[in-house]
């Protein structure tokens, strides 16, 4: 690997973990909230400790529930990362740069035992615009090493995974490394499923370079602390979609599925071949099916015979 240029030196390519429309037109870069103890309590904030008290499995950082909302030190709270408030905004949206690579593997931690860099936890949530958590909502992350470049022949950090039945997610990586123009900041692809594709980056707060690079949105600041010898973020993506309260349950009358070998809950393998809807199609990467990510819908897991 070599040195890399700056994100905003070139466009990046077009490509997407799955298909969709562009970003909705209000998915714009702009000002993030302004951070202040008369903020009032968000409804997100209030779903999200309903469910601890219900015992909901969420992600936990160092024994408290990994809420974006994490405290900035003694008398000092952070604002939403973005807040998710009836009527607000979704996340930010920022172009995805030249080093996007499609197919990642699924996986949840970016590094491995020989990993040099300062260890990171990030961890948080994806909710929909009413503020209600999506579960099997796509993340693909990618990023530079602890030097500062990208790995273009294959996919060290980088990596996809869904979140879990809260809306959760947890990532294992490497506090990313600096390059000529760019501040430090973690690339993602967010996706509810069968809806549009967000295309966003994660920033560290106090980085000198915050002030000089163009790209940096406030709004995308996560909430960082130390943890040991590493650190630990969060951050609650809020998508252009509505989510669907409550657990759900069948339509009335049910709706039959397409027919097929296909089914939700099964684990393939790359090289299984199923068929769904009255066409074959051929597994490209490992994973367990859910539903609302049917083989036409998903070409990343799937390709069509």
């Known amino acids: 690997m070599t040195p890399t ?3 905003h030196s070139r466009p990046g390519p077009a490509a997407t973990p799955h298909p969709g429309p562009p970003p909705a037109s209000g998915l714009t870069p702009g000002p993030g909230p302004a951070p202040g103890p008369e903020r009032m309590i968000s409804r997100k904030s209030l779903l999200k400790a309903a469910a601890v008290a219900a015992g909901a499995a969420i992600p936990l950082l160092t024994g408290t529930v990994a809420l974006a909302r994490d405290s900035a030190g003694p008398g000092r709270s952070l604002p939403a990362t973005p807040t998710c408030d009836d009527g607000d ?74 979140t879990d039945s809260t809306g959760a997610f947890s990532l294992g990586t490497i506090v990313p490394g600096l390059y000529p123009g760019r501040t430090r900041h973690i690339h993602v692809k967010a996706q509810a499923p069968g809806q549009p594709v967000l295309t966003t980056q994660l920033y560290f707060p106090g980085e000198p370079r915050n002030s000089t690079d163009t790209l940096f949105d406030a709004a995308l600041l996560m909430a960082v602390r130390g943890a040991g010898s590493g650190k630990e973020g969060t951050f609650d993506f809020v998508l252009n979609v509505d989510g669907t309260p ?60």
């Open 5 to 7: 240029p700056p994100d």
């Open 89 to 162: 905004g979704p996340t930010h949206d920022q172009i995805e740069g030249p080093y996007f690579k499609p197919n990642s593997p699924l996986r949840t931690k970016l590094v491995t035992p020989g990993t040099a860099g300062t260890p990171l936890t990030v961890s948080g949530y994806v909710l929909g615009r009413n503020c209600v958590p999506l579960p099997g909502a796509l993340l693909d992350f990618w990023q530079a090493d602890d030097a500062g470049n990208y790995d273009m022949a294959g996919y060290t950090l980088r990596g996809h995974q869904f």
């Open 246 to 305: 409550g657990p759900g349950g069948p339509t009335d009358p049910p709706t039959d599925p397409p027919g097929g070998t296909w089914a939700p809950g099964q684990a393939y393998k790359a090289g299984d071949r199923v068929t769904y809807g009255g066409a074959a199609y051929r597994c490209v990467q490992a994973h367990t099916s859910m539903t609302g990510w049917e083989p036409p819908d998903v070409p990343a897991l799937w390709a069509r015979e």
